[in-house]
């Protein structure tokens, strides 16, 4: 049966070389962040933590977890969640940095 | 008549019947109405526990020095009653009943979207519950920390903390399960022709409060395994001996506390929301400020946490901005408030019961509100922070909110619910008691809190002492007017008349079926056609 | 327009599959999770902020090594866990049940591995309220307690979500779950990636903290 053939019947379906290259780019991330950290000074390695870990969990979140063949109903929802956690977060640190 | 006549006659079997009539039917069912009658009942009895351990402590103010009871026995009596109040009844409050029963059926639905899991809800409910009363008569006492559970004093005492502390955490999880089901609910289960802007407002409210449970309460969930991995393990995270930061454990558990107070009281704007109109004969007005207004109420309730903790150490930077996001989500309230008087304008008005308790709720809510306003100002705060105007404010919106919409939706819904009118007479007559006890006891407590009387205290000192002895003369007339008020309902369970389908003339779904209503609601889903409260002027009682 | 579906007049009482609505249940349910944890990072930053030396060096402490096969482990369970599901909807049952049975055994793998991480961490006598980690300064306490609280519930989740997916095997291997039904085997998998996200995480804020 074809792809789209498929699809039609049981939903979008995400090819295994996606999956396996996403895969791959999660591990080289991993293994840049790791040496990142360890061999440059902290606030290269900060930095290459803020931006890489959240990365890492993008790609988990729209390839592995579908979620970028979702609606903007699901999307939405997702940015929701994840804004309410950051703000909080956020918000505590206007006590923390001041005290 | 029984279900088998009813049947014969053409008519269905109400869902009181249909489905059995034992108790393994009851609490086996996975109908949402059936959940919703086992949540009330368990969440009134509860309700008069905690309102007879309230009278104690206010026994217990009457005379200075011990009356009745040792100071020890005091707190631990505060705290009890706060759990029970707040965790076993006004938390779980209008959703866990009137949502469950009315949800389904105001969106044209057969059922929630996972009645399984309704259920599952409800026995975690009842484990928490479970849980919690056994915290008072297990270990070394109950606790005595207040239902706040501060550290460092929670991680300390030797009193029943920890196992209080995880019936909390067992009793979110019933909280948040109903969350999940009643958004998914709302997204998957309108009737055809309803879309979001004609869905009435007590699921819009319901929709609001969902999202608050699935993401604040999570937090009090951690916080409250924190508290006992501290008693158990000793990590350190509250503990300043080992370098954590007891002011910490106030933000999470705030975080969570916080949003709580708009789970309590956004239903209930809804629930007043559907009585209104129906006693006024008019449409709501504002819809669709009505509607935002809840999910505004939600969002920015969830970024004013920080108002509870003024005096305890916060920066100035963090006081100021939470004082100003304080003030900020009290307009959205204010717009509800001026909706549902709006309403009213040019309307027909008839004060049946429901409509007398929801113009009530209304006016000791805007009380309880602007209470809120002063305590949210800084420099006032400094004043009234841990004193009896605390106490005063949040049961005039917790109590005089909630607690006189969920009587409101009580006395609209009963006969739906049970196919049964109770006497609407000694439903008015109630009133007077309870709204002169209420005001005797609670408004003396915002007086006491301006005078200087610290919350939490077992004693007092003479110049407090008139002002206790009115408060608790308050609490008899209150406690009166409850008795009445609930002893109607259960007389009328065994003798009302019959209800009709239609009692008070509203025009929402629930009334077009029959009361009780059958086992699946409509016997044809229903197509919408329009908005949702169509009165007709030339057509009322 | 409505967006609402359409419901047939007759409905049986039994309760009938939406698909998009356990979906979205289910998503709702991970936020609970992430806010869940979300309270923990909330706590980690506060404490990070207040003793940054004492977290770089209790964070020194701890084996990166094993911290980025752990990562490895999970990433790989990840995949085999998408895996599955694009199997199954290709209509390969069979490689479906493997490729969420590896999904398992890697769970474990990392158990294991975190097993002998925390062993080795209380013979040095570095847990709660140990000998060792009482010498230590308060940030470094915090550090470590942060660290077996996080790691440890994460743990959990872990062993939670390998019994969700050895259920998923059984329904599976019985059919429940098939080509045009799958949604169960989806909501799982979601639940199992969750977990690997938050070890994303984790990773970094304890192992790569030096």
């Not at chain 2, 009278?55 to 705290?79: C, D, H, K, S, W």
């Not at chain 2, 059926?105 to 009645?115: E, M, N, R, Y």
């Not at chain 2, 999570?218 to 991995?229: E, K, M, N, S």
């Not at chain 2, 709720?361 to 002063?374: A, N, Q, R």
Request: with cysteine; proline share 6%; aromatic share 16%.
């Amino acid at each position: 049966m074809t792809q789209l053939a498929l699809e039609a019947d049981h939903g979008h379906i995400v090819p295994y070389p996606t999956l396996i290259k996403v895969w791959a780019t999660l591990l080289v991330l991993t293994l840049i962040l790791t040496f990142v950290s360890k061999v440059f000074h902290e606030l290269l390695a900060v930095w290459a933590m803020l931006f890489i870990t959240p990365l890492k969990a993008g790609l988990v979140f729209y390839f592995f977890m579908h979620l970028k063949f979702e609606g903007p109903l699901l999307k939405g929802m997702v940015l929701v969640a994840l804004s309410t956690l950051v703000i909080f977060i956020g918000m505590l640190f206007f006590d923390v940095s001041f005290r | 008549m029984s279900a088998m006549a009813a049947h014969v006659l053409g008519e269905e079997p109400s869902y009181l019947e249909a489905g059995g009539r034992g108790l393994r039917s009851w609490i086996l069912s996975t109908d949402h109405k059936r959940i919703g009658i086992l949540y009330l009942v368990c969440m009134l009895s509860f309700f008069l526990v905690g309102a007879t351990i309230g009278v104690l402590m206010r026994l217990e103010q009457l005379t200075m020095g011990p009356t009745i009871m040792q100071p020890q026995t005091y707190n631990a009596m505060f705290t009890v009653h706060g759990v029970i109040m707040i965790f076993l009844f006004v938390i779980p409050g209008l959703p866990a009943v009137f949502g469950n029963f009315f949800l389904p059926i105001l969106i044209g639905a057969k059922d929630v979207a996972f009645p399984r899991l309704n259920l599952l809800s409800w026995y975690f409910f009842v484990t928490g519950a479970v849980l919690a009363v056994t915290s008072l008569f297990t270990g070394s006492g109950p606790p005595d920390t207040g239902w706040t559970f501060y550290a460092p004093y929670s991680i300390r005492t030797g009193t029943n903390v920890s196992l209080a502390v995880f019936a909390a955490f067992v009793l979110g999880f019933s909280s948040i399960l109903t969350g999940i089901n009643f958004v998914t609910t709302i997204h998957r289960l309108r009737a055809p022709g309803m879309g979001w802007h004609r869905m009435p407002l007590f699921p819009w409210s319901l929709y609001a409060t969902g999202w608050v449970q699935i993401l604040a309460t999570p937090i009090i969930g951690i916080t409250l395994l924190l508290v006992i991995l501290e008693r158990f393990f000793g990590i350190g995270v509250f503990d300043p001996a080992k370098g954590g930061d007891p002011l910490l454990y106030q933000h999470l558990f705030w975080i969570y506390s916080h949003p709580a107070v708009y789970i309590m009281i956004l239903p209930a704007m809804g629930a007043i929301t559907e009585i209104i109109p129906t006693f006024a004969h008019r449409t709501i007005f504002g819809y669709r400020f009505i509607a935002y207004s809840s999910v505004a109420i939600a969002a920015l309730g969830s970024v004013v946490w920080g108002h509870h903790m003024f005096t305890s150490g916060m920066g100035e930077m963090a006081n100021v901005v939470f004082s100003l996001l304080t003030f900020l989500v009290a307009i959205p309230s204010a717009i509800k408030v001026f909706n549902w008087v709006s309403t009213l304008y040019k309307g027909s008005i008839v004060v049946e019961p429901p409509m007398l308790y929801a113009l009530t709720f209304i006016f000791l809510f805007s009380i309880g509100g602007l209470t809120g306003l002063m305590q949210g100002a800084l420099a006032v705060n400094v004043h009234l922070h841990d004193t009896y105007f605390i106490v005063g404010h949040f049961h005039y919106v917790m109590f005089g909110g909630t607690g006189f919409a969920f009587f409101a939706s009580l006395l609209y819904w009963f006969p739906k619910m049970f196919g049964k009118m109770y006497n609407r007479t000694v439903a008015i007559i109630a009133w007077f008691p309870l709204f002169i006890g209420f005001n005797m006891l609670y408004f003396t407590m915002l007086v006491l809190g301006v005078m200087g009387m610290p919350r939490r205290y077992y004693d007092h000192l003479p110049q407090f002492h008139t002002a206790h002895v009115i408060a608790t003369v308050g609490s008899w007339f209150l406690a009166t007017g409850l008795l009445i008020l609930l002893g109607n309902f259960v007389v009328a369970l065994f003798k009302g008349r019959k209800a009709e389908a239609n009692p008070w003339g509203g025009v929402s779904l629930e009334w077009t079926i029959s009361s009780p209503p059958p086992m699946e609601n409509f016997e044809q889903v229903p197509t919408i056609a329009g908005p949702p409260y169509h009165f007709n002027p030339a057509v009322h009682r | 327009m409505s967006n609402a579906i359409p419901q047939p007049h007759t409905l049986p009482s039994a309760a009938h599959h939406d698909y998009a609505g356990s979906k979205i249940a289910m998503w709702l349910f991970l936020f609970t999770e992430i806010i869940l944890f979300g309270g923990l990072f909330l706590l980690y930053s506060a404490y990070r902020a207040k003793y940054p030396h004492e977290f770089h060096d209790g964070g020194n402490e701890l084996n990166y090594v094993i911290g980025v096969i752990n990562t490895l482990v999970l990433l790989t369970s990840s995949l085999s866990m998408a895996g599955s599901i694009t199997a199954l909807q290709k209509g390969s049952r069979r490689l479906a049940m493997l490729l969420v049975g590896v999904t398992v055994a890697l769970g474990a793998v990392f158990l294991v591995n975190k097993y002998f991480e925390w062993m080795v961490k209380f013979h040095h006598g570095l847990y709660p309220n140990g000998p060792e980690l009482l010498k230590r300064p308060p940030g470094q306490v915090l550090f470590f307690g942060l660290y077996f609280t996080m790691t440890g519930l994460h743990g959990l989740h872990v062993i939670a979500g390998m019994v969700l997916l050895s259920i998923m095997l059984v329904l599976l291997a019985r059919n429940r779950i098939r080509q045009d039904d799958y949604g169960k085997l989806e909501n799982a998998g979601l639940y199992w990636h969750l977990v690997d996200v938050i070890w994303i995480f984790l990773l970094p804020l304890f192992y790569l903290a030096a």
